[in-house]
Structures are given as structure tokens and as C-alpha cells.
């Protein structure tokens, strides 16, 4: 057995796991768009070419929702199948353990795991606001307004943000101190250079106190001023109209929250729900791999069907309960996602490492 040429077992059991995912996730995803679609096609008051993006990026949505749930209903579907036709039986009887007929499963999920991870640092992430842009029937609607935050020790006004242009049209830069305002930066246009934004013609007023009361001000003309370093005109569109980040847009913001100490929960409750949650499926691989019947005669088909699907949806609608409260702020989202990950996966190593010794 070699990396680029597997063993016959190998290949075998990937090759069926491969169908059986593909077949669940898409049948699942386009279910999912399709029943989206019927349900908003009153609101579609775009032409047929736009309903056609609607869908595909709604089922863009669904395969980055929904992947984890085929990852574990392909195991189940290929090893109830194999039990079923007896192949299980046969390959044990070959002499092959638990561990090395789960490894080409466990590879292939760790691999479908891997390839959505790429997706969500990308633009497959903001799928679903595509699709609320065409729902909406704002399909050039890109700007946002008045936007107002924290930078720094200053605060920042944009009156204006194309996060396509990459352009401010009207910024203003203020630092309070106190009760009193110490300076303002005014400029009617702001460049994003890829690190920084670059306001232009900028006009800045300080103000000269004395004894506590204003007494005069000075004025100068900046030709440029860098300011607002690591705001991505994404993330600022994100963070303040709520819209959704991708992987590394999300980690960007969580650093640039904690460099103004503001509250970050929910970008990072973002996060760890593309990146922590979905390892869930891998580990629940391990345990239903483990835990279903290896023998047809020791197998009641419908009940042991039914406890899997059960106990998979269970685990999920845990986890996407607690996602929600992570995000919310009610909890830290590290009690809401990594705690409960870890504790799964803890579960899945104890049954890896003790459950080999029953054919059962």
C-alpha cells in the first residue's frame, strides 16, 4: 500500500463511502434550496436568471450547513449496507480489524472536512447574503451607511462605505478625552490600500483648551493620513450591518475586538462554528462506526437506523442550540463549542482504544 496507490480494502470501502456522501449531501442540499426557493419565489421580483443564482447560492449555503450531517449519515447508510450484504462479516473473517476498515472512512471525511474548511475562506461563506441581496431585490445595493465605532483611542463616523470600490465617501476621525474633544480629522474620500485605509485631502482641527474651556482651535490640510489599519472594508460591513464572515475575515476581526477591548463573542462564536463544530461528524464517525452491529443476525435494521439518525440529530441540535447561546453572549462561546467537542471527541478515543475487542 502506497499514498498514491491505497490497498484494495482501502479503495473498496472509499469508494462506497464516497458514493453514499455524495449522494446524501446533494440530495440534502438541493432539497434544502429547493424548498428555500418555494418558499421566498412570491418575494423573487427579479428575472429567471436571478432565480437561478438564488438557488445556487442557497444550496451553496446548504452544503456548508449541512455537510457534516452527510459525512455522518454516509457512514451509517454504508455500514448498515455492508452488515446487511454481509460484506462486513466477510472482510472480518479476512482477518481485517475495526480500525483499519474505518481508516479509508475516516480519511475521506477528515478530507470532505478539510475541503469545506478551504470553502469558508473564501467567498462561498457569504453565500446566504448574496441570496438576501437578490430576495431583497438589491442586486447593485452594496453601500452602507452612517457607520459609527471605536478605533483606537478615537472614534470614527463613515458616512458612506463601498466595500466593492473599496472606497469611503466622508469620514470623520475624533478623539474625546474626558469631556472634550482634542481633534477631529475630516476627509471626503478614503482609500483601502490592501492594509490600511488612505484618507485623502483631509482637514485637521485641533482644540486648544484652557483651564478647562475651549479658547481656539487650529486648522491643517493633510494631503493624506493612514488610519483604520486591518479594516478590511468587509469587516467593517460585517461587523455593523451583521452580515456574515468568512474564516479569515473573522479572525481578523476577533484580533483587530480584542486590540480596542470590545466584545468579541460573537465573532467568535463565528468561528469556531465553521472550524470547531463540524469536527463533531468526524468524531461521531469514530463512535457509529464503532457502536452499530457488525453482524446482520445480531441486527434489528429499522430500530438500529432510527438510534443513529436519532442520536445524530440529537448531537447536532445540542450543538447548534449552544452555538446560538454562544453568540448571543448569554455563555463564552469556548463553553458553547470547544468544551462540548472535546468532550465528544474524548468519547470517540475511549471507544477507538477499548471497543475493538467486540465483533459484535
Known sequence: MSLFYPSLHFR???NHYIKNLLAILFGLSFAFASIDYF????KLDVSSNYKILYIFYMWQ???GLLYPLAIVFAVIMTKLAFVKNNTMGALHAFGYTKKRLLFPIFVVASLTYAIFL???????SYAKDKANMLLENQLHAYNVNDVFFKYNDTFV????LDPIEKKIEGITIFKVAGYQVRYTIKAPI????GEEWIAQDATVKT???KNGELVRYSVDQKERIATLHGYKPKIIESLYEGKALNVMDAYNTWKLLQAQNLNSDKIRATMYDKVIVPLFALALVIILFFKLPFHARMMNFGAVVALSLGATFLVWGILFGLAQIGSNGVLIPEATAIVPIVLLWIYAIYVFFTDERRIA
Open 207 to 209: 482644540h486648544i483648551y
Open 39 to 42: 418558499q421566498h419565489m412570491q
Open 190 to 193: 478614503a482609500v483601502f490600500n
Open 157 to 160: 463616523y463613515i458616512k458612506k
Open 118 to 124: 478551504y470553502l469558508h475562506t473564501t467567498e462561498f
Open 12 to 14: 473498496y470501502l472509499a
Open 61 to 63: 449555503e446548504a452544503l
